[in-house]
């Protein structure tokens, strides 16, 4: 367990290090606070908008932290050659995929907290009003979805050499899913076979991300969500997540590491 | 000899500058989006109004705090609600069952995917329907000739938010931009009349749109309702200024359009009948 700490720690302060999250925060907290500023018939109470255009921008901030974050890990690793003395010590290639993995999550969560508390202190200082427990479900579920997200752009980095293809490849699929994925069951009942059956398999196989997102709930003041639901939701990441870990190893333990 | 750099770039710079100068006089002809006060028609031109459907939809979204079909949801493309509800109509129960677009679920991902879903019909009430406010300013700013924004806005900040003033302007920043539109004449009237309790100065917008309504081809064919709303405006005004023979008149013209003849007949009887009662009072009075 210690070797995959020490490699996830390794992937927490290259996040820090690098300018990604910062260029983001900025550009979201701009954003934000410049959508804030617009008076709409001299009503100061209205925010709403503001609350969905932050949540948006976090949104899309998170997703190209996680992907761009972990698209570049083995390949820069093996790019460097720094995957060889790595591989050479007793760490074994699954610690090696684990620890990248848990690397990439926990900087990622250290991230959305940050985006987060920006969040809570715009839109509670416009509407006086703090709601946390949403907050930390919203915020749960989130990073719960961007594990599933994480582990499929780490085995894409598998499968593709290039960082960049593997980061478009992932970042179109997960919108794809977000945007698309909770309507292929109505969609396939609109087509005739064998259409029908390919969406709806497609439907059945993909992971449902569009079920983490909680921003209307937030936006538009909707409570809490059944705690059980969030649990069976976590269990359910998890099992995404193990998957598409699980196929990363079985892609990674044979590959050949020079490049 | 060989040319320094910076004599180059000076060269070029002074080129660019002297070609400017000639060509900007034509350049401001060819096009007259420089020349908008509107920031959104400088950056996109006609282009914008593309954006102003959708800007006016999102204020439909809000006023559902959310509950609303996708493109995927088959629903049929009626009346908005922020529309309707300006027009003063309230959803009956057939209506919330049609509003039910999302049915029973299909599966267990979507039984499941619901629990984290807006699945609730609701409205915006007690005062927040002030949020349903930046979506109409942007409407208007993308394309400022789009009458519906004006008119809605308006009747949510007259009706629900109780800023009659900023109704108005909203409405006469509409009529600037489109000094032909009876429904913002009507809205602006219905604001004098239920707002300002001016009676005179809401007949003479209403008198007004009354007159750009017949002046409208495609008003006149297409747009009944608007006649109706009108002329039954202008009769429940004269009716409670006791100017009977008017309110008689408006009834009865606003009868020629109405899908329900019968229920405006009512209410010419009952004002005959007032005037009956007046006309027999002296006589019918004890000596």
């Known amino acids: 367990m210690n070797t995959i700490w020490a490699l996830a720690g390794v992937v927490i302060k290259e996040l820090y290090r690098r300018k990604d999250f910062y260029v983001l925060f900025v550009l979201t907290a701009l954003i934000t606070i410049a959508a804030g500023m617009v008076n709409f018939f001299h009503d100061p109470k209205i925010v709403r908008y503001v609350k969905d255009i932050c949540l948006l921008l976090i949104w899309v901030s998170a997703l190209l932290i996680a992907i761009i974050t972990t698209a570049r890990q083995i390949p820069a690793e093996r790019e460097s050659r720094t995957i060889f003395p790595l591989l050479a010590k007793p760490v074994t290639r699954w610690q090696f995929i684990l620890g990248k993995f848990l690397g990439c999550w926990l900087a990622t969560g250290m991230a959305l907290l940050v985006f987060y508390v920006f969040f809570a202190i715009i839109t509670g200082s416009r509407e006086q009003n703090w709601p946390w427990l949403t907050y930390l479900q919203a915020i749960w579920l989130q990073w719960a979805m961007l594990a599933v997200v994480i582990a499929l752009s780490l085995c894409g980095s598998i499968i593709s050499a290039a960082p960049s293809s593997t980061t478009t490849i992932c970042f179109i699929a997960v919108a794809g899913i977000l945007l698309v994925g909770g309507h292929l069951n109505t969609v396939a009942l609109h087509q005739s076979q064998p259409l029908q059956t390919i969406f709806y398999t497609i439907y059945f196989l993909i992971p449902h991300l569009e079920w983490f997102d909680l921003r209307d709930r937030v936006v538009y003041d909707w409570g809490l969500v059944d705690w059980l639901d969030c649990v069976l939701a976590t269990l359910y990441a998890a099992a995404y997540t193990g998957l598409f870990l699980l196929l990363t190893w079985l892609g990674f333990r044979r590959k050949s590491l020079n490049t | ?287």
């Open chain 2, 1 to 287: 000899m060989k040319a320094s750099p910076y004599l180059v770039l000076v060269l070029v710079l002074t080129v660019c500058f002297t070609l400017a100068t000639g060509i900007e006089p034509r350049a401001s002809t060819w096009s007259d989006r420089a020349k908008s006060n509107n920031v959104f028609s400088m950056l996109f031109g006609d282009g914008r109004r593309l954006f102003a459907n959708q800007f006016f939809t999102m204020a439909d979204v809000y006023f559902h705090s959310g509950y609303y079909p996708s493109v995927f949801d088959l629903r049929e493309e009626g009346q908005k609600e922020i529309v309707a509800e300006s027009h003063g109509h309230t959803d009956s129960p057939e209506d919330e069952i049609k509003e039910d677009f999302l049915g029973k679920p299909k599966d267990w991902i979507d039984r499941f995917g619901r629990h984290f879903r807006i699945t609730k019909h609701t409205h915006l009430e007690h005062g927040n329907e002030r949020e349903i406010l930046p979506w109409l300013r942007l409407a208007a700013d993308m394309d400022p000739q789009k009458i519906e924004t004006y008119t809605v806005g308006s009747f949510f900040m007259r009706t629900h938010l109780n800023r009659p003033r900023e109704a108005e302007a909203f409405l006469r920043e509409g009529l600037r931009n489109n000094p032909d539109s009876y429904e913002i004449l009507f809205e602006l009237g219905r604001l004098y009349d239920e707002s300002d309790r001016d009676p005179g100065r809401a007949r003479d917008v209403w008198q007004l749109a009354l007159y750009r309504w017949s002046k409208d081809p495609e008003a006149v064919k297409d747009d009944k309702l608007a006649f109706e709303e009108i002329t039954v405006h202008l009769a429940q005004l004269e009716r409670g200024a006791g100017n009977w023979p008017q309110a008689i008149n408006w009834f009865q013209a606003a009868q020629k359009v109405s899908p329900d003849p019968n229920a405006l007949q009512q209410r010419i009887d009952e004002i005959k009948k007032t005037m009956a009662a007046q006309t027999n009072a002296p006589s019918a009075a004890p000596y």
